[in-house]
């Protein structure tokens, strides 16, 4: 009779541990495999000590009850270790509270009773004294034995959630007044260690240049996996829909992560990754929590989810405070055109540097970029931000890590170079300045569009005993490099006190030869065709007449009136048969007649003195349309004092 239910239950224990042997082989969760595995071994032991007694030999033995006392161990390891069932012995502090006054109340009881028998008449008047006196203690030791039990109970029966508690409170405390990204960091993962007793942390933080997740902290310097999550991961998306933590079956089985690339799952395999918790602010997720398996290889239950979203919900606000606030640090020293350091940074780093390297050698780069304001002029504020933001990549090119990159101001830069000689600073001054030059210089710019650099150099403490000197020899070596005719790098040494005079003299010392110079190239010119020079001097009377009647002031006179003498001075370079022709130019003749215009420029720009007038000169023959020549300004875009000039000229 029992033969068709043993071959009945026969049939049911191989089904289920075929499909069990199926999963734990498609699985890469080492936990429920655990488990599966251990309540599969006490099943077949139970059916083989069951069979047993179809033997006579055996059921003779209690072989079953041996088999069931093996299976039972093997399912309470199952739970104990991989939590198959979630299993908790509730022992309430109140139980155990109660549990002591009763105690203390017995105690109390028995001690005057006893002392009640065998004290001897003559001291029976203490005894009201003694009942007193152990009533009083009695009172005074429930609160304290309160506590103690509370504590007991926590650690005998709770233990997991009083760890827990414990390293809650402890991070809370820790990082509520706390703006140290870093700090905050490290505390989180200590927490998450010390509560959950993971093996290895990682956090990722979100980059704000490139939005990807990078691993910004790890609970071990050993353990640095190659993390990267970019912000059109699955995972991300899906813990932006469900706002809660993923577990390493999920990543596996649910059906929205079949389209991560299996390199990406093979990364979170390799690392071991079994929890992901998001960290949020504002529906935005800042970074993320990541556990490899716990030290006794115990599985997480959802309890401890509910721990690390507490954790992560608790740390967003801190995380994005620190993120803010170290930002707001960087854009205080930081110039937000080049990221570069600013003069303030400039001022604080200088004077750091100076007290760190002692005795050594330290030099100081002062860059200043030629003729930048005419740059702007003629190109406009947004070619020029271009300009300084690639000389700021020219420099972190050529620096990298040796040294301190500032904007000092405006079109200025310097480059403090600690453990750097005068020698060594120079190679390094001349790499940036002919990168610079070669960088700008353009060959097919009709305009000749190219900027260069002067460089000074100054070297502590060869060259200055301090800070101060330090910046203003550097400054001046810069001046003297511009006066000596720009494009050039200039050292520092003492006879620049006696041979240089000071740069805001430099000036007043060339003003005198304007006339001279400008009348110099006017006689060339006439030399070539007298009318040209005719010409010129009669849009100079014109435009001054325009000046006046608009109220201009006498520094905008003098300017449009030297550009009137100088804007046709490029056509020395035309050919004197079509200067002089009297008959309609061809199209080749009018072009090249339009080259003066270049032409002019190349020539002023050999004059330092006079580059003020290059606005109005290379503009006076652009249109209102846009349809003039060489740029093709329209409008607004022409210089003012190159609307002057075309007025006069036309």
């Given at each position: 009779m029992a033969a068709p239910l043993y071959v009945f239950a026969l049939a049911m224990i191989i089904s289920t541990l075929f499909k069990a042997g199926r999963n734990i082989r498609s699985s890469n969760d080492a936990n429920p495999n655990g488990s599966i595995k251990l309540v599969c071994f006490g099943i077949t032991i139970v059916f083989i000590g069951t069979m047993g007694n179809l033997v006579p030999a055996l059921g003779q033995y209690p072989v079953e009850l041996f088999a069931s006392f093996i299976n039972?161990?093997?399912?309470?390891?199952?739970?104990?270790?991989?939590?198959?069932?979630?299993?908790?012995?509730?022992?309430?502090?109140?139980?155990?509270?109660?549990?002591?006054?009763?105690l203390l109340i017995i105690a109390y009881i028995f001690s005057v009773i006893y002392i009640e028998k065998h004290i001897s008449a003559q001291y029976q008047s203490i005894i009201p004294y003694y009942t007193t006196l152990v009533a009083l203690a009695v009172a005074i030791t429930i609160q304290p034995l309160f506590k103690l039990s509370t504590r007991l109970v926590d650690k005998m029966f709770y233990k997991t959630e009083y760890t827990q508690r414990q390293a809650l409170r402890a991070f809370s405390t820790r990082i509520s007044n706390n703006l140290d990204l870093d700090s905050i960091a490290r505390e989180l993962i200590e927490a998450v260690q010390l509560g959950l007793n993971a093996t290895h942390v990682l956090l990722l933080q979100k980059d704000e240049e490139n939005k990807h997740y990078n691993v910004f902290a790890t609970s071990s310097q050993l353990y640095q996996p190659a993390l990267q999550l970019s912000p059109d991961n699955p995972i991300i998306k899906w813990m932006h829909d469900n706002n809660a933590g993923l577990t390493r079956g999920q990543l596996y089985y649910h059906p929205i992560f079949k389209s991560m690339w299996e390199s990406e799952k093979e990364q979170l395999y390799q690392a071991g990754?079994?929890?992901?918790?998001?960290?949020?602010?504002?529906?935005?997720?800042?970074?993320?929590?990541?556990?490899?398996?716990?030290?006794?290889?115990?599985?997480?239950?959802?309890?401890?989810?509910?721990?690390?979203?507490?954790?992560?919900?608790?740390?967003?606000?801190?995380?994005?405070?620190?993120?803010?606030?170290?930002?707001?640090?960087?854009?205080?020293?930081?110039?937000?055109?080049?990221?570069?350091?600013?003069?303030?940074?400039?001022?604080?780093?200088?004077?750091?540097?100076?007290?760190?390297?002692?005795?050594?050698?330290?030099?100081?780069?002062?860059?200043?970029?030629?003729?930048?304001?005419?740059?702007?002029?003629?190109?406009?504020?947004?070619?020029?931000?271009?300009?300084?933001a690639m000389v700021a990549d020219i420099l972190r090119r050529n620096v990298n890590n040796r040294g301190i990159i500032c904007r000092y101001g405006g079109e200025e830069f310097t480059v403090i170079l600690p453990y750097f000689d005068s020698r060594s600073a120079h190679a390094l001054a001349e790499k940036i300045r002919t990168d610079i030059e070669t960088s700008f210089f353009n060959v097919n710019d009709v305009?000749?569009?190219?900027?260069?650099?002067?460089?000074?150099?100054?070297?502590?403490?060869?060259?200055?005993?301090?800070?101060?000197?330090?910046?203003?020899?550097?400054?001046?070596?810069?001046?003297?490099?511009?006066?000596?005719?720009?494009?050039?790098?200039?050292?520092?040494?003492?006879?620049?006190?006696?041979?240089?005079?000071?740069?805001?003299?430099?000036?007043?010392?060339?003003?005198?030869?304007?006339?001279?110079?400008?009348?110099?190239?006017?006689?060339?010119?006439?030399?070539?065709?007298?009318?040209?020079?005719?010409?010129?001097?009669?849009v100079a009377n014109y435009v001054t007449i325009l000046a006046d009647e608009m109220c201009l002031d006498k520094a905008h006179i003098d300017i449009l009136?030297?550009?009137?003498?100088?804007?046709?001075?490029?056509?020395?370079?035309?050919p004197e048969n079509i200067l002089t022709k009297t008959g309609k130019l061809t199209t080749e003749e009018y072009d090249a007649v339009k080259k003066h215009v270049e032409l002019s420029i190349t020539i002023i720009k050999h004059l330092p003195t006079l580059n003020h007038v290059i606005p109005a000169v290379i503009g006076h023959h652009e249109r209102w349309d846009g349809k003039g020549y060489p740029r093709g300004l329209k409008g607004e875009n022409i210089p003012f004092t190159a609307r002057c000039l075309a007025i006069a000229d036309a």
């Open positions: 039972a161990f093997l399912l309470m390891i199952a739970i104990y270790k991989y939590r198959l069932v979630e299993l908790r012995f509730m022992v309430t502090r109140g139980l155990v509270s109660a549990l002591f006054i009763i990754i079994e929890l992901i918790i998001p960290i949020k602010v504002r529906d935005k997720i800042i970074a993320l929590l990541m556990l490899t398996r716990r030290k006794n290889n115990v599985a997480y239950t959802l309890d401890d989810l509910d721990l690390l979203s507490y954790l992560g919900a608790s740390s967003a606000v801190a995380f994005e405070n620190a993120r803010l606030y170290t930002r707001s640090q960087a854009d205080a020293i930081t110039d937000s055109l080049t990221k570069l350091y600013n003069h303030r940074y400039f001022c604080q780093a200088l004077s750091e540097q100076m007290d760190k390297i002692g005795t050594a050698e330290l030099s100081l780069l002062m860059i200043d970029l030629d003729l930048f304001k005419l740059y702007n002029d003629l190109y406009g504020h947004f070619e020029g931000d271009r300009a300084l305009t000749q569009r190219f900027l260069t650099a002067s460089v000074g150099i100054c070297t502590y403490p060869h060259g200055a005993p301090n800070t101060e000197e330090l910046l203003k020899r550097a400054d001046l070596a810069m001046y003297t490099a511009k006066n000596q005719g720009k494009n050039q790098t200039v050292i520092y040494t003492p006879r620049f006190i006696k041979d240089n005079p000071s740069p805001f003299d430099v000036e007043d010392i060339y003003r005198p030869n304007y006339t001279a110079t400008i009348y110099a190239l006017a006689a060339a010119i006439d030399a070539k065709d007298h009318y040209t020079f005719g010409h010129s001097q009669r009136q030297e550009a009137a003498l100088l804007h046709d001075i490029g056509k020395l370079g035309i």
